[in-house]
């Protein structure tokens, strides 16, 4: 009883903590994974069909192409955004004029809601009354309309999207990890005749190890869980050519009046979608560890 009073003042930060955790985590995903195994539409009665659902879900074309999407989408957004956030803070570490307001208009999007990056992105690449095509069209660089969110560039254009909310906030991780550097580093190697692209190759990327690795790993899992955006942006479409494997899922659980969209709810079917996504992106991430592990061995 002692102990219990002696450590109260600590309890009493620990336990809504702890409650919250329970019930907003471990229940829900305990939740989900029992109706992984039953059929359920959220209304209704609830019938045991042990692995049919993932039977089901093997043979659903429309998830194994969200997953490509995924894929092509995730490695889009990170072979743009992980270089030009790393030369951006490169360039923004030096002692250039306006560097302050530089730094926080490149970081503004991170904190602006994708739900409303997403709408300003549509009024912007609206095919037929959007914004770059109504100048293009007036400065006569096009004939016509470019379809921006049809089926041939509508993946281009949500990656450009996910692009632009994404570079500040690994420009100001990366910008950290530059700060680190000593810039006595720098000034020896100068002086044994270094140029600047061979300090930056065997001095800023091998000292800034540590922090890419941290970086690349919350990108790959940033990129490849990534929904909301699109969800406003292009509701998955056109024909799916947008639809990644949360937004699949989401629309199992709540189905939405839109393109590509799932007609009715599935419970069930969307737990074990959910299930089989979160195993896919937990391997990817595993498999990048284990490689990064490797490359420092190296």
Do not use: C
């Amino acid at each position: 009883m002692s102990k219990i009073r002696k450590y109260a003042f600590s309890y009493s930060f620990i336990i809504p903590s702890l409650f919250l955790t329970l019930a907003l985590g471990v229940y829900p995903i305990a939740w989900a994974m029992r109706y992984m195994f039953y059929d359920y539409k959220g209304y209704g009665t609830e019938r045991f069909i042990g692995f049919d659902n993932f039977r089901q879900l093997f043979q659903d074309s429309l998830f194994w192409d969200s997953v490509v999407n995924t894929f092509v989408y995730a490695g889009g957004k990170l072979v743009i955004t992980l270089p030009l956030s790393l030369l951006l803070a490169v360039l923004l570490n030096r002692g250039i004029k306006g560097r302050n307001f530089l730094r926080a208009v490149y970081f503004m999007p991170t904190i602006i809601s994708s739900a409303v990056i997403a709408v300003v992105f549509f009024n912007i690449f609206n095919s037929y009354n959007g914004i770059l095509n109504q100048y293009l069209l007036k400065w006569h660089i096009i004939d016509k309309s470019i379809d921006w969110l049809g089926p041939d560039l509508a993946m281009f254009t949500t990656i450009l999207l996910a692009v632009w909310g994404a570079v500040g906030n690994y420009m100001l991780l990366f910008l950290a990890g530059l700060q680190n550097i000593s810039d006595d580093v720098y000034e020896s190697a100068s002086l044994d005749g270094a140029s600047k692209p061979q300090q930056f190759w065997y001095i800023t990327i091998p000292m800034l190890g540590p922090v890419l690795q941290m970086v690349i790993m919350l990108a790959i899992i940033n990129a490849l869980k990534g929904y909301e955006s699109i969800m406003v942006f292009t509701e998955g479409g056109p024909i799916g050519k947008t639809e990644v494997m949360f937004l699949y899922v989401y629309k199992l659980f709540f189905p939405v009046a839109g393109q590509g969209a799932v007609v009715e709810q599935q419970i069930g079917y969307g737990s074990a979608a959910g299930f089989t996504t979160a195993l896919i992106v937990g391997a990817i991430t595993v498999i990048y560890q284990l490689a990064s592990k490797r490359l420092n061995r190296l």
